[in-house]
């Protein structure tokens, strides 16, 4: 199965927690991998800075390790390269490149040297930037997306955040789900 196609699956199956951008971009094959179109690269300091983004929205956890552990840093710029359109491209380095001013602009620090708070205040900024501009794709909206997308695809998303049974019995529509157990991994 090529990525894309998995990648699609996915995004099928998480239904309404990824934007209409996302899933637009994954269910349409809007692009084909050109390199002529595809300018933006990702150095592995952008990787860093996206592995803490990502951890910041789902992080580690008593029961199961965050973003940054399943890899999610070094996904993000690869989807953003091989899957999406050049103009969603632009929105996302323009949107990465502004979180990074605005980390030097409001903190006087680099984002990796923000402190758990200041990061906190600064994802709320950046949701609510993406909240003000409900019409238009935002690099928020689209790194969160890739976040989950990313994370509950990875081995650590389906096997330590879910429930997972490696040989699946038969269907029962009326399983008991007891109260706070894990949701089911496909």
């Known amino acids: 199965m090529e990525r894309r196609e998995a990648l699609k699956k996915i995004a099928y199956l998480m239904g309404g927690a990824i934007s209409a951008t996302t ?10 991998f050109d390199p002529e179109k595809n300018t933006y690269f990702f150095s592995a300091n952008d990787e860093e800075i996206l592995a803490e983004f990502s951890e910041i929205i789902l992080p580690t956890t008593a029961n199961s390790p965050g973003a940054k552990a399943a890899g999610v840093g070094v ?5 953003i390269k091989d899957c999406y359109p050049p103009n969603l491209q632009e ?35 950046l949701k609510q930037d993406s909240i003000d501009n409900n019409k238009e794709p935002s690099f928020f909206l689209i790194a969160r997306d890739l976040t989950l997308l990313g994370y509950f695809s990875s081995e650590i998303g389906c096997t330590k955040a879910r429930e997972y049974l490696p040989i699946p019995g038969k269907y029962d529509g009326n399983a008991e ?10």
């Open 23 to 32: 899933m637009g971009v994954l269910f349409e094959s809007f692009t084909v």
């Open 75 to 79: 996904l993000i710029p690869l989807i």
């Open 91 to 125: 929105v996302f380095k323009k949107g990465f490149e502004e979180m990074l001013t605005k980390c030097k602009t409001k903190f006087n620090k680099e984002f990796l040297s923000l402190n758990g708070e200041e990061k906190i205040q600064l994802m709320n900024a």
């Open 177 to 186: 789900y007891k109260p706070g157990q894990k949701a089911w991994a496909i």
